[in-house]
T-cell receptor, first 111, second 118 residues
Framework: GEDVEQSLFLSVREGDSSVINCTYTDSSSTYLYWYKQEPGAGLQLLTYIFSNMDMKQDQRLTVLLNKKDKHLSLRIADTQTGDSAIYFCAETFSGNTPLVFGKGTRLSVIA | DADVTQTPRNRITKTGKRIMLECSQTKGHDRMYWYRQDPGLGLQLIYYSFDVKDINKGEISDGYSVSRQAQAKFSLSLESAIPNQTALYFC?????????????????FGPGTRLTVL
């Protein structure tokens, strides 16, 4: 079955770059997502990438997709304390199947 | 106003009680989902519905049931609550591909319901 794996914790210093990694098993995944969950809140979509792309940049966020290795990463440049949250990787084969989420990576930013 | 609302936000109940969690959305989306979140386990899909007449089991549907009363409403029931159903429950909505989100199937989440079963 489909599976999405992430490391559970990451700690970085304020101002440094954060890189959160994710691996997935379904080679037919069409959309891959990064969601952010702040304390006491639901998940919010940060960014997504189509499987026919290998990179997407949006301000401080850079998403890299390596389809061969089924590896997705999220880089946050100049990490701020407000970036402290849980980050979920998710994938879907098509728009007609529910998303499969990873277990989430808790990012802690040290001032 | 929030696009996806959940009631109640917090609930404490006892083993064996019947509980209903409600979700409403004003986004006009056809698709709705229920997830539970446990620390270190991420999000697990309980049930989902792609339209009013469609109900599908997710990966952990045992002990739960759902009702899609209208396009905007999707409720989750625990017929006889047990302590290992203590968790954070999220409702989410999405539109069909090709419409909002440019076909991204983005899901919009409610704020969550914290349920404790004693």
């Amino acid at each position: 079955g489909e599976d999405v794996e992430q490391s559970l914790f990451l700690s970085v210093r304020e101002g440094d770059s954060s890189v959160i990694n994710c691996t997935y098993t379904d080679s037919s995944s069409t959309y891959l997502y990064w969601y952010k969950q702040e304390p006491g809140a639901g998940l919010q979509l940060l960014t997504y990438i189509f499987s026919n792309m290998d990179m997407k940049q949006d301000q401080r966020l850079t998403v890299l997709l390596n389809k061969k290795d089924k590896h997705l990463s999220l880089r946050i440049a100049d990490t701020q304390t407000g970036d402290s949250a849980i980050y979920f990787c998710a994938e879907t084969f098509s728009g007609n199947t529910p998303l499969v989420f990873g277990k989430g990576t808790r990012l802690s930013v040290i001032a | 106003d929030a696009d996806v609302t959940q009631t109640p936000r917090n609930r404490i109940t006892k083993t064996g009680k019947r509980i209903m969690l409600e979700c409403s959305q004003t986004k006009g989306h056809d698709r709705m989902y229920w997830y539970r979140q446990d620390p270190g386990l991420g999000l697990q899909l309980i049930y989902y519905s792609f339209d009013v007449k469609d109900i599908n089991k997710g990966e952990i549907s045992d002990g739960y049931s759902v009702s899609r009363q209208a396009q905007a409403k999707f409720s989750l029931s625990l017929e006889s609550a047990i302590p290992n159903q203590t968790a954070l429950y999220f409702c989410a909505t999405s539109d069909a591909p090709g419409r909002e989100g440019g076909g991204s199937n983005e899901q919009f989440f409610g704020p969550g319901t914290r349920l404790t079963v004693l």
